[in-house]
């Protein structure tokens, strides 16, 4: 008689390490590792479960004494369109999204590093270097994909370019069987009246509509931090609970 083999993945806990978003408390994660062939499927699996991706890494919150960190997603199909949501898109509907093949650039880091220095120079990113930022993008053995935000193609006197204009935003998406995870999101903090960062969650759920996807994972939400206040705002939403996903409306 054979016995079938399978390959179940290995989990882990981390080193107590300062919450980065409740001072006074400890952090903790459970993590297993994304490299082999199975690893779109675990990577799926795992999502829906309220774990989240870094490179090759699947992770989630494991506190002592603490559930803070709520995974959150955004059904499509009961997105509420709201007027404010609907003013952002039209404050951006000039720029120029592009999928690209998830390959860090120096025009990307660029950027990033404007971003984090601007609006996060006291987070556990601050000290990324370009090596490390393109570990980021670029290590993954799963479906992901880069969207680049650009302003109009320059305008010169000869006619309009085809080259592109300026990066402003760009997001490191992961494609799930029912679902987009956005793993993250960057922009230039000078074009702080475009609301870039609600605005490409925004494209995020019109994407994942068009696609016959069912939701937008937006990751952790933690109750009254400033730094997820934003993910709130859109609703409906679904938060993972002891008891499973539950639908939140306000």
């Not at 039209?90 to 025009?107: G, M, Y």
């Not at 998406?173 to 029912?178: A, R, S, Y």
Request: a positive charge; charged letters at 25%; aromatic letters at 12%.
């Amino acid at each position: 008689m054979s016995v079938e083999r399978r390959n179940f993945p290995q989990f882990f806990i981390t080193s107590p390490a300062p919450c980065p978003y409740i001072p006074g408390r400890v952090e903790r994660k459970v993590f297993t590792h994304l490299i082999n062939q199975d690893a779109q499927k675990l990577h799926d699996a795992l999502s829906q479960g309220g774990f989240r991706r870094s490179q090759n890494i699947a992770y989630r919150p494991a506190c002592d004494g603490c559930n803070a960190c709520v995974s959150v997603r955004v059904p499509v199909d009961l997105f509420d369109w709201n007027r404010s949501f609907r003013r952002s898109l039209r404050r951006n509907r000039d720029l120029i999204a592009q999928i690209t093949v998830a390959k860090a650039t120096s025009e990307q880091y660029s950027l990033f590093r404007s971003y984090i220095e601007t609006r996060h120079d006291d987070g556990g990113m601050a000290d990324m270097t370009v090596l490390d930022f393109s570990s980021m993008i670029n290590e993954s053995f799963v479906n992901t994909e880069l969207i680049e935000y650009r302003l109009p193609h320059d305008i010169t006197l000869a006619g309009r370019h085809v080259v592109g204009g300026e990066l402003v935003a760009a997001s490191l998406v992961d494609t799930l069987d029912d679902g987009l995870s956005m793993i993250y999101s960057f922009y230039n903090p000078a074009l702080g009246d475009r609301g870039l960062g609600t605005f490409m969650i925004l494209d995020h759920i019109a994407r994942a509509k068009k696609l016959g996807l069912s939701y937008v994972y937006l990751g952790y939400w933690v109750s009254g931090s400033q730094k997820m206040d934003y993910k709130a705002r859109f609703l409906p939403q679904e938060r993972l609970t002891p008891d499973g996903w539950k639908l939140y409306s306000k």
